[in-house]
């Protein structure tokens, strides 16, 4: 038992390391790749896109103004502001801030295009991580089979009975269907329509058919 104790106790020792190495594979192969992209490329994509709807509503802002300068083009001169100055005015603005839009859209649209590159090198990631994970449990699989060879050659061999098994004996009731007078003390007297209850073992050398009516 001690031995076999001692076995054991080395066997845990080696699952142990084992996965001590499948968590470190699978850190440094899907866990660390993973927080680099979000904290790195991710968050840069998140900023950008916060700009970038941003920049649609300073654009949005200035349609309005347009459109407002414009239908006041035709009143008169107010507070000292000539409406054409102020349509001229918004529409410049409004140039500015499509420019603006339009160059912000293009940087997430390039940030955008790049998740695709990203995905394709996350998935090569996670099949890494599943090849490890698989490669872990056939390593433990084989430790413990081995363990399991290594404690049956340790235990001594189940003792065997020689002795024969009992015979089985079966009971059958029965009917008899015609008269037969036994012809030695051996045989059994019967008559027509008697129910007897007849003893059956599988020890008898000899076979004997019995025709019956089960009752």
């Not at 020792?13 to 699978?26: C, D, V, W």
């Not at 866990?31 to 992209?37: A, D, G, H």
């Not at 949005?60 to 035709?74: F, G, I, L």
């Not at 410049?92 to 997430?108: G, K, P």
Request: charged letters at 30%; one cysteine or more; proline letters at 4%.
């Amino acid at each position: 038992y001690g031995a076999g104790l001692i076995r054991v106790g080395q066997t845990e020792q080696k699952l142990g390391l084992l996965e001590k190495e499948f968590i470190r594979s699978g850190n440094d192969g899907l866990v660390t790749p993973l927080q680099r992209f979000l904290d790195g490329e991710m968050k840069n994509i998140l900023r950008e896109r916060k700009v970038l709807e941003n920049k649609r509503l300073d654009l949005d802002s200035c349609k309005n103004k347009v459109k407002k300068a414009r239908n006041m083009q035709d009143q008169q001169q107010k507070d000292g502001i000539d409406p054409q100055v102020a349509v001229d005015q918004a529409e410049n603005e409004l140039r500015l801030s499509q420019a603006e839009f339009d160059r912000q859209a293009e940087i997430t649209k390039l940030l955008m295009e790049g998740l695709s590159q990203s995905r394709t090198n996350h998935l090569r990631h996670l099949k890494a991580f599943v090849s490890s994970q698989a490669e872990y449990y056939a390593q433990t699989h084989m430790v413990m089979q081995e363990l399991s060879r290594d404690l049956d050659s340790s235990l001594p061999p189940s003792p065997t009975s020689t002795s024969p098994s009992p015979p089985l004996t079966t009971l059958r009731r029965g009917q008899a269907v015609l008269d037969y007078d036994g012809e030695s003390q051996e045989e059994l007297s019967l008559m027509v329509h008697e129910v007897n209850t007849i003893k059956i073992d599988s020890d008898l050398s000899r076979k004997w058919r019995i025709n019956i009516a089960t009752v």
